[in-house]
């Protein structure tokens, strides 16, 4: 492991810290030595995971929120500056999730309230805050850094069921195509990662491993879904590129995927 950073990586959205959030939160301090701010509703596998990283040489704190909305996401930077005065955000990455499958016409006023809320309004909260950390007064060094963002195929268009959580996605992919062209001039690198198929963690194994039309265990197959480890490192390339050459948007999916 390099040597600890004063920079900083905060990633909000962990799950059950078997996914794409707990895999970027591994390797950015594994490879670059960052500071880890763990941002997630509170949870015990978030916990094992900072003590997992923790225990490896990294330099990890948990970040607890009662919810995913504007007020949540503007404070939680406050307490993670308070946490390591001497330190500073170089990537903040996006990685809450709200999804869901509702025929159009049961989506409830919930429903609808629940994907703005949480692909709108506390990741707009959540980018504010980063943007205010990485544009503050500094070295050329320091200054600077990005911002990666999660998507979903929903982002791109809307399917049979998913017209809440396209809403929310389309409106997320949107919200980076602005922030990266105000900002980008001020060093902010903003990426959008279109992930395009199911990421294989436990907790999608159990829900799809079985999938009627699917033979058993495909979900072990490289080739039919996608790991949050390989994720992991497409979003530190994302992070390390220099400025002559900025992805604004990323599309990932396995090798079988219909596209």
């Given at each position: 492991?390099?040597?600890?950073?004063?920079?900083?990586?905060?990633?909000?959205?962990?799950?059950n810290?078997?996914g794409?959030?707990?895999?970027?939160?591994?390797?950015?301090s594994?490879?670059?030595?960052?500071?880890?701010?763990?941002?997630?509703?509170?949870?015990?596998?978030?916990d094992?995971?900072?003590?997992?990283?923790?225990?490896a040489?990294?330099?990890?704190?948990?970040?607890g929120?009662?919810?995913?909305?504007?007020?949540s996401m503007t404070?939680?930077?406050?307490?993670?500056?308070?946490?390591?005065?001497d330190g500073?955000?170089?990537c903040?990455?996006?990685?809450?999730?709200?999804?869901s499958?509702?025929?159009?016409?049961?989506?409830?006023?919930?429903?609808?309230n629940?994907?703005?809320?949480?692909?709108?309004?506390?990741?707009?909260?959540?980018?504010?805050?980063?943007?205010?950390?990485l544009?503050?007064?500094?070295?050329?060094?320091?200054?600077?850094?990005?911002i990666?963002?999660?998507?979903?195929?929903?982002?791109?268009?809307?399917?049979?069921?998913?017209?809440?959580?396209?809403?929310?996605?389309?409106?997320?992919?949107?919200?980076?195509q602005?922030?990266?062209?105000?900002?980008?001039?001020?060093?902010?690198?903003?990426?959008?990662?279109?992930?395009?198929?199911?990421?294989?963690?436990?907790?999608?194994?159990?829900?799809?491993?079985?999938r009627?039309?699917?033979?058993?265990?495909?979900?072990r197959?490289?080739?039919?879904?996608?790991?949050p480890?390989?994720?992991?490192?497409?979003?530190?390339?994302?992070?390390?590129?220099?400025?002559?050459?900025?992805?604004l948007?990323m599309?990932?999916?396995?090798?079988?995927?219909?596209?």
């Amino acid at each position: 492991m390099p040597p600890s950073s004063k920079f900083i990586l905060a990633v909000s959205g962990l799950g059950n810290a078997t996914g794409t959030g707990a895999a970027v939160a591994r390797l950015f301090s594994q490879q670059l030595g960052y500071r880890i701010a763990l941002i997630s509703r509170p949870r015990k596998d978030v916990d094992n995971l900072r003590d997992e990283i923790d225990k490896a040489g990294g330099t990890v704190e948990v970040f607890g929120v009662d919810a995913y909305d504007y007020g949540s996401m503007t404070r939680v930077f406050e307490r993670v500056q308070q946490t390591w005065p001497d330190g500073r955000l170089k990537c903040a990455v996006w990685n809450t999730a709200q999804w869901s499958n509702i025929p159009f016409m049961d989506i409830t006023e919930h429903d609808i309230n629940l994907s703005v809320t949480t692909n709108i309004v506390a990741a707009t909260a959540f980018s504010q805050a980063a943007v205010r950390a990485l544009t503050a007064d500094g070295s050329d060094e320091d200054k600077g850094g990005s911002i990666i963002m999660t998507g979903a195929t929903s982002a791109w268009r809307g399917s049979k069921a998913f017209g809440a959580f396209a809403a929310g996605k389309h409106g997320l992919r949107a919200l980076s195509q602005s922030i990266a062209r105000e900002y980008g001039p001020e060093g902010v690198h903003v990426a959008f990662v279109v992930v395009d198929g199911t990421i294989l963690t436990t907790r999608t194994e159990k829900n799809f491993g079985n999938r009627p039309g699917k033979e058993p265990n495909w979900m072990r197959d490289e080739k039919q879904r996608l790991s949050p480890e390989s994720i992991a490192k497409c979003y530190l390339y994302l992070h390390e590129q220099g400025p002559d050459a900025w992805t604004l948007e990323m599309d990932l999916r396995p090798a079988k995927e219909h596209f």
